[in-house]
């Protein structure tokens, strides 16, 4: 796959899903969508959600379900990788979105060299730990008033499988 052009073509359970790079023109729609996701304190103002997406080293996936955006995931890349923020809009959730989004934004981590991923959630987003818990992360500490209303953090953690790149290059076996 080349990280560099237009990312994937997904289709499940006749969503018609599209996961692909983030547009400019995104931008209004992901910020509303994230309002809707997380409370006061939690959520992005404009100009955060802007700066981070901005940021060298930032990669923005956004889930397209024919012409409609179903979800998305910022995040960040280093030796150790960072999803800064993944959002499903309500309608769509629990219909593997998410995961989508996730292992998406992992293989393209992976590809820029993370060997690992961090992120932070709220102790008391019971579904975001049930998920992150289901894709492989761990706790490995607390953050104590993380966010701006005062709640704590968890910081979850998942080691991402070595590449074998000889695989990639290994011809197809015709025996
Ligand atoms: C967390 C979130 C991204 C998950 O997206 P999703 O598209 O609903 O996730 P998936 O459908 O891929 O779920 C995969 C699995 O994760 C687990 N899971 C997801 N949401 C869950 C929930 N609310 N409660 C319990 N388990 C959940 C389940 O094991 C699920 O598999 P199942 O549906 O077969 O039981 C979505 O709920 C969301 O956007 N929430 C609001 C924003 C947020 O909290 N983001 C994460 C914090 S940064």
């Known amino acids: 796959m080349d990280p560099a052009g237009p990312f994937a073509l997904a289709t499940m359970s006749g969503m018609g899903l599209l996961v692909r790079d983030f547009r400019a023109d995104?931008?209004?729609?992901?910020?509303?969508?994230?309002?809707?996701?997380f409370p006061p304190g939690i959520s992005y103002s404009r100009q955060e959600?802007?700066?981070?997406?901005?940021?060298?080293?930032?990669?923005?996936?956004?889930?397209?379900?024919e012409g409609e955006i179903a979800g998305f995931i910022v995040a960040h890349n280093g030796p150790?990788?960072?999803?800064?923020?993944?959002?499903?809009?309500?309608?769509?959730?629990?219909?593997?979105?998410?995961?989508?989004?996730?292992?998406?934004?992992?293989?393209?981590?992976?590809?820029?060299?993370?060997?690992?991923v961090g992120l932070e959630t709220a102790v008391?987003?019971?579904?975001a730990l049930s998920f992150y818990k289901r894709h492989?992360?761990?706790?490995?500490?607390?953050?104590?008033?993380y966010y701006s209303n005062g709640v704590d953090a968890l910081v979850m953690?998942?080691?991402?499988?070595?590449r074998d790149k000889g695989a990639e290059l290994r011809p197809i076996d015709q025996s």
């Not at 953690?157 to 070595?162: F, G, I, T």
């Open 26 to 37: 995104d931008f209004e729609t992901l910020w509303r969508i994230d309002q809707e996701c």
């Open 157 to 162: 953690r998942k080691e991402l499988p070595v």
């Open 136 to 145: 492989g992360y761990s706790v490995v500490g607390t953050c104590s008033r």
């Open 80 to 116: 150790t990788g960072h999803v800064i923020t993944i959002d499903v809009v309500g309608k769509a959730r629990r219909s593997g979105v998410g995961s989508l989004l996730l292992e998406a934004a992992e293989t393209r981590l992976q590809a820029a060299g993370s060997r690992s």
């Open 49 to 65: 959600l802007k700066l981070y997406i901005r940021r060298r080293g930032t990669l923005t996936i956004v889930a397209d379900s």
């Open 124 to 127: 008391d987003n019971v579904g």
